[in-house]
């Protein structure tokens, strides 16, 4: 099972278009955070690793707690997943596959069918204070990431992980949304938006990419 919680820095996100506050003291709030995990693996002491096949998750931010599948009775070092769908997946026809419940899902499109341009792997909108001396009104952000060059593998680090018989092992996660702007300058106001399939092969859309793999932090 994964458990994943919703954070902003330190405090955890519970409803939509609520101020939180960063430890510097800047204002966020989000009224969308989604993404899909997928192509789950554990690693085994021994290096070894075991797949969960197939499985696929939307995290949104109403539920936490996600059922990943069985797996062996053993020791594990390490955990790591794909932040989006892998190539087929993401030219699939949503209301046709088997995955229709986490596809046919239109705030994870581009436009206002799942393709040509396939689907959003992460889709993270709000406010944010941009001033310097954090005391302004928060302005609006968007960042929609997808295609397939933006899909990436996160590995946690290692920590062990033992499932034993009949228990109910539970990875839990935080993913601070906090860290997409690690390194972002945001006073400029086109650094507050990535919509399309072409603003994800900027420069920008590579920043906020690379900065989704320290998003995910164990609790």
């Not at 969308?32 to 192509?39: E, N």
């Not at 109403?62 to 390490?78: D, L, N």
């Not at 994870?108 to 302004?136: C, E, H, R």
């Amino acid at each position: 099972m994964f458990h994943l919680h919703t954070y902003i820095d330190n405090e955890e996100v519970d409803l939509y278009n609520i101020n939180y506050h960063t430890l510097e003291g800047r204002t966020i709030s989000l009224n969308m955070a989604q993404l899909y995990i997928t192509d789950v693996q554990l690693v085994g002491l021994d290096g070894s690793v075991f797949s969960f096949s197939g499985k696929k998750i939307i995290k949104v931010l109403e539920k936490a707690t996600y059922e990943i599948g069985q797996v062996p009775v053993k020791r594990y070092k390490s955990l790591r997943f794909k932040v989006g769908l892998d190539g087929l997946t993401d030219k699939l026809i949503p209301s046709t596959s088997s995955d229709s419940s986490i596809l046919n899902r239109p705030e994870m499109w581009f436009s206002n069918s799942a393709q040509p341009d396939g689907y959003i792997y992460m889709n993270v909108q709000g406010k944010i204070d941009t001033s310097a001396t954090l005391n302004k009104p928060p302005v609006p952000f968007a960042y929609k990431i997808g295609t397939n060059k933006n899909y990436i593998q996160i590995t946690m680090p290692e920590k062990e992980l033992v499932a034993e018989e009949g228990q109910i092992l539970f990875g839990h996660i935080i993913i601070d949304y906090n860290k997409l702007f690690n390194g972002v300058d945001l006073r400029q106001v086109d650094n507050l938006s990535i919509t399309t399939p072409s603003s994800n092969s900027s420069a920008l859309a590579s920043k906020i990419v690379n900065n989704i793999h320290s998003m995910f932090i164990y609790e």
